[in-house]
């Protein structure tokens, strides 16, 4: 079984990922509305002796599991509001912390986060979990990833639930994502809770400190860095052709079910390229809006979460 033992805090080095960095515990201490137990995995194929953190939340023999995969520059707390209400109506819930993110290991370089090094991440994961029946909750990078798990893996993943996301398949996904990545270029150590709360304003204080929580300095955040810049925005960058593919399998072969929530307010994933996404999703039906919602639409995520049980028929 995976780990949920403690262990100490470090900085160490890794052949394969050079210099290595684990957020210190007491980051992530009394955060408000997270308080479920850390799990680790610290034996992926090829991530060996890097420690990926995640929690896993209900009934292990749930009839479903929801694996939510959040994007950047968050890590798994953006989901707190979603996770009870599906835990309530009886599913299991599993999310994990990318690397580079949230309480997962963080190597140094820049330069080791890749489209397929992440994605790699993800389909080991679920492998090596046995996640079955999943209901699969993406946003942002959880979807730009995420959405490549059904073709991949079609015998696990019956169900999406799709928010303010895209699949890149070697175009930009808007202007505004444009914008968004010469603007993240000339921020290296991005303030993350501010970023958030900026577009998000429900959110206290004390929340948006939580996702500032991972990172204690600018060396914690090559993982942050990296993902605007390795978004497949030509039809020659790595990923590219996984964007192709998972287009095509959603549109021609995918024959789960979809429930699709927009955060009317984002500027870079918002109506339109919602839109876009919803048009090459097979059977996906009309989307819940979410008028005041920006680009973190997981923070008005209780009542998303019970309208997608409502789709699904789960509760």
Not at 6 to 11: A, G, I
Not at 25 to 36: I, K, M
Not at 129 to 148: I, P
Request: hydrophobic share 45%; charged share 20%.
């Amino acid at each position: 079984m995976p780990s949920t033992a403690h262990t100490p805090q470090s900085r160490f080095r890794l052949a394969a990922f050079g210099e290595v960095l684990r957020t210190p515990d007491e980051r992530f201490a009394a955060l408000p509305g997270w308080t479920y137990q850390p799990r680790y995995i610290d034996d992926l194929p090829g991530r060996e002796g890097l420690r990926l953190h995640y929690i896993d939340e209900g009934p292990p023999d749930a009839a479903v599991t929801v694996l939510a995969l959040h994007g950047q520059p968050s890590w798994s707390y953006l989901n707190r509001k979603m996770i009870p209400v599906y835990v309530a109506a009886g599913c299991r819930v599993v999310a994990f912390d990318w690397f580079g993110f949230g309480r997962s290991d963080k190597p140094v370089s820049d330069a080791v986060y890749t489209f397929n090094f992440h994605r790699d991440t993800l389909l080991a994961f679920v492998e090596r979990m046995d996640l079955l029946n999943v209901c699969l909750q993406v946003q942002d990078w959880g979807g730009l990833l995420g959405l490549t798990l059904p073709m991949a893996q079609p015998e696990r993943v019956t169900r999406l639930v799709v928010m303010n996301t895209a699949i890149a398949d070697g175009s930009p996904p808007s202007d505004g994502f444009l914008a968004w990545k010469a603007y993240a270029a000339t921020q290296p150590d991005l303030d993350c809770g501010k970023l958030i709360r900026r577009g998000t304003p429900v959110l206290s204080e004390a929340e948006a400190a939580a996702y500032n929580a991972p990172y204690p300095d600018a060396a914690y955040k090559g993982g942050v860095r990296r993902f605007p810049e390795i978004v497949p925005v030509s039809p020659d960058m790595e990923g590219a052709d996984i964007g192709v593919a998972a287009r095509r399998f959603l549109s021609t072969e995918w024959t789960g079910e979809s429930f699709m929530a927009v955060g009317e307010a984002d500027p870079v994933l918002g109506l339109a390229v919602m839109a876009g996404l919803r048009s090459i999703i097979r059977g996906c039906p009309e989307p819940m809006l979410i008028p005041e919602g920006g680009h973190f639409v997981q923070e008005w995520g209780e009542p998303i979460a019970r309208a997608a049980l409502a789709h699904f028929k789960l509760a």
